[in-house]
């Protein structure tokens, strides 16, 4: 949550003094959000060196999440540590839920 606002607060400040910093806000907000989440957790060489699982897409990930956990009392929490680390998670998860049901003949 800190790094979230530290990350959007630096974002601010660097969009006020480049031009076209307001066309370019909104992404660098993300960007910081995703950095200092990553950060956080240790960096990526740490999240990659202590994971047991590698995934070829985002869509990938967010299966697997709905498959390992979606059924979890707090997966909630789960899906916005996820969306942390990936904020493009956020609007395409139920999309990408969805799809693999489909696929799925569901």
Do not use: C, W
């Not at 530290?6 to 307001?22: D, E, I, T, W």
């Not at 960007?31 to 200092?36: L, Q």
């Not at 985002?58 to 707090?74: I, K, M, N």
């Amino acid at each position: 949550m800190v790094g979230e606002k530290a990350g959007g607060m630096a974002a601010n400040a660097l969009a006020s003094k480049v031009p076209f910093g307001g066309l370019a806000g909104g992404f660098m907000k993300k960007k910081a959000k995703e950095s200092a989440a990553i950060i956080a957790m240790g960096g990526n060489k740490f999240i990659k060196k202590t994971s047991d699982q590698s995934f070829k897409s985002l869509e990938d990930y967010a299966v697997f999440l709905q498959a390992r956990h979606g059924s979890a009392p707090d997966f909630k929490l789960t899906l916005a540590a996820a969306v942390a680390l990936y904020p493009d998670l956020e609007h395409k998860f139920a999309g990408y839920i969805k799809k693999a049901y489909r696929k799925q003949g569901f």
